[in-house]
């Protein structure tokens, strides 16, 4: 059953599975109801949106995956985020010294990224499947050779692309009519060449993708485009996902938990940290205060993150520091839901050593995410991506190609000073991703992620704001109008009641913009009474998701 936009969530209590596109969410409840975990069913979910909504993730990208375990009390976070090629370096994205027009870098070879979604998933089914690896994949292969509709959303984004697409035979015999035009809403779309991939994927694992004639197709695109990459079969045959333990913040009775750097998740602690100093429960959800305070507090997140977030593998990420008590009461000394700060700068966590300048601003693309919980309480919150849609308009055997090396800084350094988020072999691009797992008392409490480039932190930090200050079911918070910040301005949501905020807002001193804020969120929240478990869930109405629970 699917939730209704603007209305009411849909209550479940044995699992649930919320994601982007119906097609998804039935094949994850699927797994669900044939015994298999959260894990299982987050595979077969990643299968099915590669085929359904390729412009926003896919088995050519990569992903940031949180995982509960309640039998073992056991929070494990999984990273199969994109590496850069070895032989990558600061000056990938420079053209005479400057830096290279945004989407003339992404298309084409040379912003892929080394994927991992699939070594990750791979690794996290080792340790977290019930049902075999090959199973997972059925859903998918079906729906690949037997077709699908094309949604609104796709047909809208396949027309709005058709040029860049077009030019790629792979895309081209996909997508398009023979005639050379886009595939138009309702039209069936089959994609035996994804079908066919995923079958070598469901048998050989993900060496199928990582070694071997996919492996050498994969580099050939790269390397071949007019707009060449760097990456090598070693680069493809050497990744490996990270496994590591998740960051949590208190905040109020409840613990926040997320993915560490380069994910976009201590950001978000960040934003939630600063607003822990203030009485956000008793504002109103739509008004001037709640949206002064939401807003500043990303605004001097923001900052901290321009300069300080990157692979904490190949700098240190002050992480510890950001996220102290002590630093993050100083900071939160600095907002008002009166006044705005002029111009917010990076704070000093801990007396940081190296002298970093801060990233310049640059686009990030869009991204899908799933909440999925099992029967025995495992829970999965994953953000998976290609980038920009379509990732780099590049297919090979049915799957677009990532252009996550968009996600470094284009330029290695400013005013003499490296940038932390700088281009270098091996290194994983900062991210926004940020799922999240909430605990009440060692206790699951809710499952919360979103989509949507570097919006994602706010989106998030602001839905983490609706359910546990204001106790928005998750479908009234997913459809919440939108207050955020990027450092620099107050976006509001164009065409929304948050729009009516502006003149309040810029009297305030606040930099207003008003911009349309496409978030995706999916969330599911748990309710418990005695032994009884009952779980709500909702989906953003901004996109075509769905929530499926029994």
């Known amino acids: 059953m699917a939730a209704p936009?603007?209305?009411?969530?849909?209550?479940?209590?044995?699992?649930?599975?919320?994601?982007?596109?119906?097609?998804?969410?039935?094949?994850?409840?699927?797994?669900?109801?044939?015994?298999?975990?959260?894990?299982?069913?987050?595979?077969?979910?990643?299968?099915?949106?590669t085929l359904v909504e390729p412009q926003s993730s896919g088995i050519g990208g990569g992903a940031f995956?949180?995982?509960?375990?309640?039998?073992?009390?056991?929070?494990?976070?999984?990273?199969?985020?994109?590496?850069?090629?070895?032989a990558a370096r600061g000056d990938l994205f420079l053209r005479d010294g400057r830096?290279?027009?945004?989407?003339?870098?992404?298309?084409?070879?040379?912003?892929?990224?080394?994927?991992?979604?699939?070594?990750?998933?791979?690794?996290?089914?080792?340790?977290?499947?019930?049902?075999?690896?090959?199973?997972?994949?059925?859903?998918?292969?079906?729906?690949?050779?037997?077709?699908?509709?094309?949604?609104?959303?796709?047909?809208?984004?396949?027309?709005?692309?058709?040029?860049?697409?077009?030019?790629?035979?792979?895309?081209?015999?996909?997508?398009?009519?023979?005639?050379?035009?886009?595939?138009?809403?309702?039209?069936?779309?089959?994609?035996?060449?994804?079908?066919?991939?995923?079958?070598?994927?469901?048998?050989?694992?993900?060496?199928?993708?990582?070694?071997?004639?996919i492996a050498q197709e994969i580099v050939r695109a790269v390397r071949g485009h007019a707009n060449p990459g760097l990456m090598t079969a070693d680069d493809l045959a050497g990744y490996a996902p990270h496994r590591g333990a998740a960051l949590c913040l208190p905040y109020r009775v409840f613990a926040l938990c997320?993915?560490?750097?380069?994910?976009?998740?201590?950001?978000?602690?960040?934003?939630?940290?600063?607003l822990g100093h203030f009485d956000v429960a008793g504002l109103d959800p739509a008004g001037l205060d709640a949206a002064m305070l939401i807003s500043e507090a990303g605004r001097l997140a923001f900052a901290d993150r321009n300069r300080f977030m990157a692979d904490p593998a190949f700098i240190p990420v002050p992480v510890s520091g950001l996220l102290d008590a002590a630093y993050l009461t100083a900071r939160a000394q600095m907002l008002s839901a009166d006044r705005a700060i002029g111009a917010p700068q990076p704070g000093n966590p801990r007396r940081y050593g190296p002298a970093l300048a801060s990233q310049p601003p640059q686009p990030e693309g869009g991204t899908a995410h799933m909440s999925i919980l099992d029967a025995e309480g495992r829970a999965v919150s994953m953000t998976t991506t290609v980038e920009s849609a379509f990732g780099a308009h590049v297919v090979v055997?049915?799957?677009?190609?990532?252009?996550?090396?968009?996600?470094?800084?284009?330029?290695?350094?400013?005013?003499?000073r490296p940038v932390a988020n700088r281009v270098e072999g091996g290194k994983r691009p900062r991210s926004s991703m940020s799922p999240m797992l909430?605990?009440?008392?060692?206790?699951?409490?809710?499952?919360?992620?979103?989509?949507?480039?570097?919006?994602?932190?706010?989106?998030?930090?602001?839905?983490?704001?609706?359910?546990?200050?204001?106790?928005?079911?998750?479908?009234?918070?997913?459809?919440?109008?939108?207050?955020?910040?990027l450092n620099a301005a107050t976006e509001?949501?164009?065409?929304?009641?948050?729009?009516?905020?502006?003149?309040?807002?810029?009297?305030?001193?606040?930099?207003?913009?008003?911009?349309?804020?496409?978030?995706?969120l999916n969330l599911i929240r748990v309710q418990r009474q005695g032994e009884v478990r009952r779980l709500l869930g909702g989906t953003d109405p901004r996109r075509?998701?769905?929530?499926?629970g029994d």
Not at 446 to 457: L, M
């Open 5 to 49: 936009a603007l209305a009411q969530p849909v209550i479940a209590q044995n699992h649930m599975v919320v994601t982007s596109h119906p097609a998804a969410s039935e094949a994850g409840q699927a797994i669900l109801r044939a015994g298999g975990s959260a894990v299982d069913a987050a595979i077969a979910v990643q299968a099915v949106l």
């Open 258 to 274: 997320g993915p560490p750097p380069p994910s976009g998740a201590a950001v978000v602690l960040q934003i939630m940290g600063l």
């Open 492 to 520: 509001l949501e164009r065409g929304t009641a948050a729009a009516g905020l502006a003149a309040g807002l810029i009297a305030r001193g606040a930099p207003v913009d008003l911009h349309e804020m496409n978030s995706g």
């Open 99 to 213: 830096p290279m027009d945004f989407f003339d870098a992404i298309i084409g070879g040379r912003a892929v990224g080394v994927p991992g979604v699939m070594r990750m998933l791979e690794e996290a089914h080792r340790a977290h499947g019930k049902l075999p690896w090959a199973e997972l994949f059925a859903p998918a292969i079906r729906l690949a050779e037997e077709g699908f509709p094309v949604s609104p959303r796709l047909a809208r984004l396949l027309a709005g692309f058709a040029g860049t697409l077009r030019r790629d035979p792979g895309a081209r015999a996909i997508y398009f009519t023979p005639e050379g035009a886009p595939l138009a809403e309702g039209a069936r779309l089959r994609n035996p060449a994804l079908a066919a991939t995923l079958r070598a994927i469901a048998e050989e694992g993900a060496n199928a993708l990582h070694r071997g004639p």
């Open 397 to 416: 055997r049915g799957f677009f190609l990532n252009n996550q090396l968009s996600d470094f800084s284009f330029l290695p350094e400013m005013d003499g």
């Open 438 to 485: 909430v605990f009440r008392q060692g206790e699951l409490e809710a499952v919360a992620g979103s989509p949507g480039g570097a919006r994602i932190i706010g989106y998030v930090a602001q839905a983490l704001a609706a359910l546990l200050d204001w106790n928005m079911d998750p479908q009234a918070a997913s459809a919440l109008p939108h207050v955020g910040a």
């Open 65 to 86: 995956l949180l995982h509960w375990n309640p039998a073992t009390r056991e929070l494990a976070t999984w990273d199969g985020r994109e590496t850069a090629p070895a």
């Open 544 to 548: 075509e998701g769905m929530v499926a």
